[in-house]
């Protein structure tokens, strides 16, 4: 069936270190694929999304690249702020009769001073 | 103004209660959603509406009925509350068939004791 996988956490790092989040997904058809970010205590907000393969999402200093030969959607930052602690999910939108939601099962991120 | 809004923000309730969560969007979108997320920051999915008809409803307990009045709401109701049932609840919508992002509510934290 058509899922998500992230890679395991919690992910602790630094302040300024580099950030990957490991993103594969199984679907049928051609999924438009998104990153959403929870901050404590909050809902989840969209942090980039691509639509198709080899485009690029950007936002805050994240990307992420659409790579169907792969099936990826893996989530980097070059330098990881505090305030970028939250919870990372991946998650993809099947373009069907009616928009089916699939999400990743969430990675924590914790940035240290 | 909030897209999406749910109320009420906390439930604490006892067991065998009935409570009711109430979730709006001002959005104009035609599809609405509700996910439960669990201690673990799991995000699983339990109703989809699209104008106001079920199109999703994963195994989730009879005691969970979801009421679309209009398709601007989507209110989620639980009969006989368990202790299980505690997690927060989150409403979101979405543009159908379209690919594009789903916005969510800030959640409602459930507490069953």
């Known amino acids: 069936g058509d899922s998500v996988t992230q890679m395991e956490g919690p992910v602790t790092l630094s302040e300024e270190a580099f950030l990957t989040i490991n993103c594969t997904y199984t679907?049928?058809?051609?999924?438009?694929l998104f990153w959403y970010v929870q901050y404590p205590g909050e809902g989840l907000q969209l942090l980039l999304k691509?639509?198709?393969?080899?485009d690029k999402g950007s936002n805050k200093g994240f990307e992420a690249t659409y790579r169907k030969e792969t099936t990826s959607f893996h989530l980097e930052k070059g330098s990881v702020q505090v305030s970028d602690s939250a919870v990372y999910f991946c998650?993809?939108?099947?373009?069907?009769?009616?928009?089916?939601?699939?999400f990743g099962p969430g990675t924590s991120l914790s940035v240290i001073p | 103004d909030t897209a999406v809004s749910q109320t009420p923000k906390y439930l604490v309730t006892q067991m065998g209660n009935d409570k009711s969560i109430k979730c709006e969007q001002n959005?104009?979108?035609?599809?609405m959603y509700w996910y439960k997320q669990d201690s673990k920051k799991f995000l699983k999915i339990m109703f989809s509406?699209?104008?106001?008809?079920?199109?999703i409803n994963e195994t989730v307990p009879n005691r969970f009925s979801p009421k679309s009045p209009d398709k601007a709401h989507l209110n989620l109701h639980i009969n006989s509350l368990e202790l299980g049932d505690s997690a927060v609840y989150f409403c979101?919508?979405?543009?159908?068939?379209?690919?594009?992002?789903?916005?969510f509510g800030q959640g409602t934290r459930l507490t069953v004791v």
């Open positions: 979101a919508s979405s543009l159908p068939s379209g690919g594009t992002e789903a916005f």
């Open positions: 959005l104009g979108h035609d599809t």
């Open positions: 509406y699209n104008n106001k008809e079920l199109i």
């Open positions: 679907a049928t058809g051609y999924p438009s």
């Open positions: 998650a993809l939108i099947l373009k069907t009769s009616y928009d089916k939601v699939i």
């Open positions: 691509a639509t198709k393969a080899d």
